[in-house]
């Protein structure tokens, strides 16, 4: 089945700073890549999401990029603010089944 | 448009008891998605319905169970509860078919004592 890793596990960057969130996964047949923020106490919720014929998508300050030869998909986040600290998730998907990395949790410092 | 309902929000049980949580869908989704989250761990997939039926099952023992409903709610039944079941259960819909989006429900709050 799908192994889907995800790195760091925390992350602490300054106010302004960006943010960089790497997921890796081992089914080549995985085409649809989701990003879920989960903050304290909240569900999950899906801010970005990519599919395997794109290989960039932006959303504001938000963007993801994925190089399916690779195997990786990344979640971009530039001018980070307090309210971007959360956990986030990054799954890979073929058809229904999906796949969630071990999470990030990202703290920004004012 | 009222997105994924859970109940209970929390539930207590003892050991070797049985839990039942509840899941509506948005409307108009057929999928389910079932998923544990221990206390600072990731989403383990539990279960997956659709238009009724199980389609897939995680690395759960049989004591998780559950169903779906014809009206597309489900049931997420666990018997024999064990301390380390003590989790947040959260629920997701999805609208079926391939490379779909799912939207998750609150969560219940399961504690085993």
């Known amino acids: 089945g799908e192994n889907v890793e995800q790195h760091p596990s925390t992350l602490s960057v300054q106010e302004g700073d960006s943010a960089v969130i790497k997921c890796t996964y081992s089914?080549?047949?995985?085409?649809?890549f989701p990003w879920y923020k989960q903050e304290l106490g909240k569900r999950p919720q899906l801010i970005i999401d990519?599919?395997?014929?794109?290989g960039e998508k932006k959303d504001q300050r938000i963007a993801v990029t994925l190089n399916k030869t690779a195997k990786h998909f990344s979640l971009h986040i530039t001018e980070t603010q307090p309210e971007d600290s959360a956990v986030y998730f990054c799954?890979?998907?073929?058809?229904?089944?999906?796949?969630f990395g071990t999470g990030t949790s990202l703290t920004v410092i004012p | 448009e009222a997105g994924v309902t859970q109940s209970p929000t929390h539930l207590i049980k003892t050991r070797g008891q049985q839990a039942t949580l509840r899941c509506s869908p948005i409307?108009?989704?057929?999928?389910v998605y079932w998923y544990q989250q221990a206390l600072g761990l990731g989403l383990q997939f539990l279960l997956w319905?659709?238009?009724?039926?199980?389609?897939n099952r995680g690395n759960f023992p049989p004591r998780f169970s559950g169903r779906q409903f014809p009206n597309y709610s489900s049931e997420l039944n666990v018997n024999a509860l064990e301390l380390e079941d003590s989790a947040l259960y959260l629920c997701?819909?999805?609208?079926?078919?391939?490379?779909?989006?799912?939207?998750f429900g609150p969560g219940t709050r399961l504690l085993v004592l």
């Open positions: 997701a819909s999805g609208s079926g078919g391939g490379r779909e989006t799912q939207y």
């Open positions: 089914d080549s047949a995985s085409n649809y």
């Open positions: 990519i599919r395997s014929n794109v």
């Open positions: 799954a890979a998907s073929r058809g229904n089944q999906f796949y």
């Open positions: 409307s108009g989704h057929t999928s």
């Open positions: 319905y659709d238009e009724g039926e199980e389609r």
